[in-house]
Nanobody, 116 residues
Framework: QVQLVESGGGLVQPGGSLRLSCAAS????????WAWYRQAPGKQRELVAH???????NYVDSVKGRFIIFRDNAKNMVYLHMNSLRPEDTAVYYC??????????WGQGTQVTVSS
């Protein structure tokens, strides 16, 4: 099984920025569309953005214009650059393939907290 490791989260003030990173245990990025998901307290996990093997990106409406997803197939990495962060962005962020339901085993995620 491939292992997914998310990093880069933290505590930031509203309007701040973070860059999240997702590392895979082997070179599989060229064969999948990759995505970032997030899960806020008391809510179900939701899709944030995904990017195809041709680097075509799509975003949910709530993050359009603020977040950028990009990938580096040679390094088996996918990133999420988050700008203009809002308190409602607070969640645990995960990476995985897109679409479901046949996901890879979930990593531990990385916590993003946006608060004054």
């Amino acid at each position: 099984q491939v292992q997914l490791v998310e990093s880069g989260g933290g505590l930031v003030q509203p309007g701040g920025s973070l860059r999240l990173s997702c590392a895979a245990s082997k070179n599989i990025f060229s064969f999948y569309t990759w995505a970032w998901y997030r899960q806020a307290p008391g809510k179900q996990r939701e899709l944030v953005a995904h990017i195809t093997s041709a680097s075509i990106a799509n975003y949910v409406d709530s993050v359009k214009g603020r977040f950028i997803i990009f990938r580096d197939n040679a390094k088996n990495m996918v990133y999420l650059h988050m700008n203009s962060l809002r308190p409602e962005d607070t969640a645990v962020y995960y990476c995985n393939k897109y679409p479901g339901p046949m996901y890879l085993p979930w990593g531990q995620g990385t916590q993003v907290t946006v608060s004054s």
